[in-house]
């Protein structure tokens, strides 16, 4: 009790002016009555030490140069009034009200005087060294009643903040320093027990956990729970609750910046405080809403307000993404975020994998319809990979509102329903092309499946996909499909030209043009059609078709079905083959890029047969061998078969010029020509 007496030590209590706070201003009263001085006459021994002047400190302020005359704007620093009598220098002077008078102050919402008068007043009753008896008990109960008044006026302004802070924000400010004040004299008392080893039973009275407690309970009553919904529309229902209490978070928060921040000092990061109370009350409201049996597509609604909505609204009150961010990731728990998340994709899955079938079957029906395709920009065109392109870029965007990491796992989904859907397109294609084979626009109908793996390819390079294997596994079932209606189109265009090459570089043949002309007739039909395949595919099919169509040219001169018996037949034949090589080139430079050494090979053929000097046939053959290094002895036996006569000893020193390395050969797959199995299976 000593340690206390030295601590708070005070004097005779004098009559003086009480400095008051009345709203914005600040005003003087002496109608108060003073506690009556001890008639002993004794005062208790005062003390200068540090101790004393720390409590002191608690009851005290900065000092904004006030008077009993000025008047002042009140801001979240001050502490309401100048209290020039608790000051430290001014604390012996004081007139210890009665408690009656502090009663008075409290109804009268003077707060802040009040508390600094019980405090004063508790102070003495606790160091008063008068026996514990009954008046001692009933002062000190009276002590309590008046605290229990206080803190119950006080607790009240801060569960009504929301409205005080428009209509009184004074009143919040004086209610805030009433907090700092009885904080700062808990703070002397605790720092005294560390030192004596006491402390009042009172002390500390810890406003600072009751204030929290208000300040969750207040949030609680803001925030009422999601009504209930029925079955048939819990979309809407769900969406109405999101939305209400959207707005109601919106219109709090507001108040909470522009109207509640300014009565509280800055380094009480109010803001936070309110905000981790809303986010413990929301997580409560959001479970139940998870929790409601939500299926589907029920569940984007949730989670686009989860980690869109409230992390936007989180922004008024908590500027620092690092703090936001900490405090959203305790909104819910894992398990319920988990489960949310499984049943978003597994209806992500679901709903993309009907779509494409659906998709799929309208393709079928025109397939089958026996209409034309559509064309456009020039090419046969296709609604189905556009329908699949949607599907994917509307679920992996739809994802990456919610988060970057939900987009990436859509992704992957929507991967591994595209590989799933080709298969089934793949299956589909082929049943048309079996049952469907003398459909009037089935080349065009197999073109267009071509530029649709093109228009899903395309789409699949251009995503940034990290999952390299299901990429490859796509490109892979595309590259495939691709391929098998490539040959399907070399396969239909040759089997109608078959009967007509056959009847190339034959006895008949020289007396009529018709082979040739039917052949140059139907390849144009069919290039015509090849034009709307898109790029690359055309150039590469066009130089197949090119290349196999000289291919079937030279095979007819290697089944030696004519022989010229005489050296102006040779040189009809030469002038035959050369003038039929011409316009099969035009043909196809009309359709496609120029193409001058594929050309070069029927035309060194055709001067091979209509050369008579052996050093200038041996040159054509190194030219022909230069541009086609696959060409072996015996196509060169074959061409020299068709000349009237070759000497053995001439036609060796032809064919030795075959084992000499040509240094500019190329052996790329356009060069490729003698090499092809029809040729080696001819000779």
């Known amino acids: ?59 005290s302020v900065p000092s904004h140069n006030m008077t009993s005359n000025s008047e002042e704007h009140l801001d979240s620093t001050d502490n309401i009034m100048d209290i020039l009598e608790i000051n430290g220098h001014l604390w012996h002077s004081i007139t210890l009200l009665q408690e009656k008078d502090i009663k008075e102050l409290i109804e009268q919402q003077r707060y802040f005087k009040a508390d600094q008068h019980l405090i004063k007043l508790e102070y003495e009753r606790y160091t008063n060294d008068v026996a514990n008896d009954e008046s001692t008990k009933k002062e000190e109960k009276a002590i309590n009643s008046l605290y229990e008044l206080l803190s119950a006026e006080i607790f009240n302004v801060v569960k009504e903040s929301f409205n005080i802070s428009k209509e009184h924000p004074n ?138 909505c409230y992390p936007d609204i989180m922004i008024a009150v908590i500027p620092s993404e690092d703090t936001r961010q900490q405090l959203l990731n305790t909104l819910l728990p894992e398990k319920i975020i988990n489960h949310l998340k499984n049943e978003y994709f597994s209806v992500l899955r679901s709903d993309a994998r009907m779509c494409m079938i659906k998709s799929l079957h309208i393709e079928e029906e025109n397939w089958r319809s026996g209409k034309e395709p559509l064309v456009l920009n020039d090419c046969y065109h296709s609604e189905l990979p556009i329908d699949i392109i949607q599907i994917i870029d509307g679920a992996v965007k739809d994802a990456r509102t919610l988060t970057c990491e939900l987009g990436d796992q859509a992704l992957n989904i929507m991967l591994e329903e595209t590989n799933y859907f080709l298969k089934s397109f793949q299956m589909s294609a082929e049943n048309f092309e079996k049952s469907h084979l003398n459909h009037p626009n089935f080349i065009s109908v197999v073109i267009s499946i071509i530029n649709s793996c093109e228009s899903i ?71 015509t059609k090849l034009k709307k395949l898109k790029a690359p595919h055309y150039q590469d099919l066009l130089m197949e078709i090119h290349q196999q169509l000289i291919t079937e040219y030279i095979l007819r001169i290697m089944k030696k079905k004519l022989s010229c018996k005489t050296e102006n037949q040779e040189k009809q034949v030469a002038d035959q083959i050369q003038n039929e090589s011409q316009h099969l080139q035009k043909l196809f430079n009309f359709y496609g890029p120029e193409d001058k050494v594929l050309e070069s090979a029927l035309l060194k053929i055709a001067e091979i047969i209509r050369l008579k000097d052996v050093d200038a046939i041996i040159i054509e ?60 299976k001819a000779l």
């Open 1 to 59: 009790m000593k340690k206390f007496k030295r601590l708070f030590d005070t004097s005779r209590f004098a009559r003086t002016t009480i400095i008051e706070d009345v709203g914005n201003k600040v005003t003087t009263r002496k109608d108060l009555k003073p506690q009556k001085a001890d008639p002993s006459g004794k005062s208790p021994k005062r003390s200068t030490t540090k101790k004393y002047n720390l409590l002191t400190a608690c009851c």
């Open 171 to 308: 009143l919040l400010k004086m209610a805030v320093q009433v907090k700092i004040q009885e904080e700062k004299a808990d703070q002397i008392y605790l720092e005294e027990k560390e030192k004596s080893g006491s402390v009042p039973e009172f002390r500390p009275r810890q406003w600072d956990a009751k204030w929290l407690s208000i300040l969750q309970h207040s949030v609680n009553e803001r925030i009422s729970e999601p009504l209930s919904g029925s079955e048939d529309s819990k979309t809407d229902w769900l969406t109405q609750c999101l939305v209400q209490l959207r707005s109601q978070l919106k219109a709090d928060f507001d108040t909470i910046v522009n109207c509640i921040n300014p009565c509280y000092p800055e380094e009480y990061n109010i803001c936070v405080k309110y905000a981790e109370c809303y986010c413990k009350t929301v997580s409560s409201h959001i479970s139940l809403l998870a929790e409601s049996g939500l299926k589907g597509k029920e569940v984007y609604p949730l989670l686009y307000w989860i980690n869109k």
């Open 457 to 527: 390819r395309n789409h699949n390079t251009n995503e940034k996909i990290t999952n390299l294997v299901l990429k490859e596994s796509i490109h892979s079932v595309l590259n495939e499909m691709e391929k098998k209606k490539k040959d399907i189109i070399l396969k239909t265009l040759f089997c109608k030209l078959k009967p007509h090459c056959k009847k190339l570089v034959t006895e008949k043949w020289l007396e009529c043009t018709e082979p040739i002309d039917e052949i140059l007739e139907i390849t144009e039909k069919h290039l």
């Open 621 to 680: 053959v190194a030219a022909l061998f230069r541009d086609f290094p696959d060409i072996r002895k015996g196509h060169v036996r074959a061409i020299l078969s068709m000349k009237v006569s070759v000497k053995r000893s001439d036609e060796k020193k032809i064919l030795k010029i075959l084992n000499t390395p040509m240094n500019d050969s190329n052996s790329s797959i356009e060069r490729k020509l003698f090499s092809n199995p029809t040729l080696f």
